[in-house]
């Protein structure tokens, strides 16, 4: 198995430009979820989805749209970029637990590094 | 609100040296505790996951222990070696409201000298 991939790996946008960063993930998990990190913020959840065609915000949605068409894909769109998203993205699945709405370990991809100028 | 605690936030051993990584959270209602580690400009790398109702769990020289009334876990480190040197971050996943979201600790940077 892959596990989680991500590309690209590095992204340098202009403001105002858009670009989607793409995930996939070959283990049939249900969940999965974007992440951020910034140094002294740790990680924080942007969008997650616990199948396909549903989604959810985290805690910091805005600027970022998300969707799920596949178990396997879970592609992260930047409407319109803007400095404060430069960051590491990072995306993650798990598998159900079987408890209703409980994602088990989760399992992260190598990350995107987006800086934006 | 949960908050998550890693200390020390960096330290730096002799190899072949035992250690105790320490993570600490303020509300005991949680599902599970996942430490991870992560390498510099790499992504996180599972290292075990301990579910509520579980003490503890091994994996190779690793061992992490859960005590939820106080609100605290550790991760052993046996027989440190300098593959070891890596960010190591615990994170918990709360009981209701957002179950889908992992609450991560700042990270304990581990530095093992040959």
């Known amino acids: 198995n892959a596990g989680v991939t991500q590309t690209p790996k590095f992204q340098v946008l202009k403001t105002g430009q858009s670009m989607t960063l793409q995930c996939a993930q070959d283990m049939n998990h249900e969940y999965m979820s974007w992440y951020r ?11 997650y989805s616990v199948g396909a ?14 969707s799920r068409s596949t178990t396997e894909d879970f592609p992260l769109r930047l409407l319109s970029a803007a400095p404060s998203q430069t960051s590491v993205y990072f995306c993650a699945s798990s598998y159900s637990t079987g408890l209703a709405g409980v994602p088990g370990e989760q399992y992260f991809g190598p990350g995107t590094r987006l800086t934006v100028t | 609100k949960q908050e998550v605690t890693q200390i020390p936030a960096a330290l730096s051993v002799p190899e072949g040296e035992n250690l105790v990584l320490n993570c600490s959270f303020t509300d005991s ?6 430490w991870f580690r992560q390498d ?3 992504g996180l790398t599972s290292l075990l996951l301990i579910q509520s109702s579980q003490r503890e769990q091994t994996s190779g020289r690793l061992n ?3 005590d939820k009334s106080s609100g605290r876990s550790t991760l052993y480190i046996a027989a440190s070696q300098p ?8 994170a ?11 609450i991560f600790g700042t990270g304990t ?3 093992v000298q040959p």
């Open chain 1, 37 to 47: 990190q910034d140094p002294g913020m740790g990680l924080r959840l942007i969008h």
């Open chain 2, 40 to 42: 510099p400009g790499k």
């Open chain 2, 64 to 66: 992490a222990s859960l």
């Open chain 2, 83 to 90: 593959g070891d040197s890596a960010t190591y971050l615990c």
């Open chain 1, 53 to 66: 065609g549903i989604t959810d915000q985290g805690e910091v949605p805005n600027g970022y749209n998300v």
């Open chain 2, 29 to 34: 209602a949680i599902y599970n505790l996942q």
């Open chain 2, 92 to 102: 918990v996943r709360n009981y209701g409201g957002a179950t889908n979201k992992l």
């Open chain 2, 109 to 111: 940077l581990l530095a």
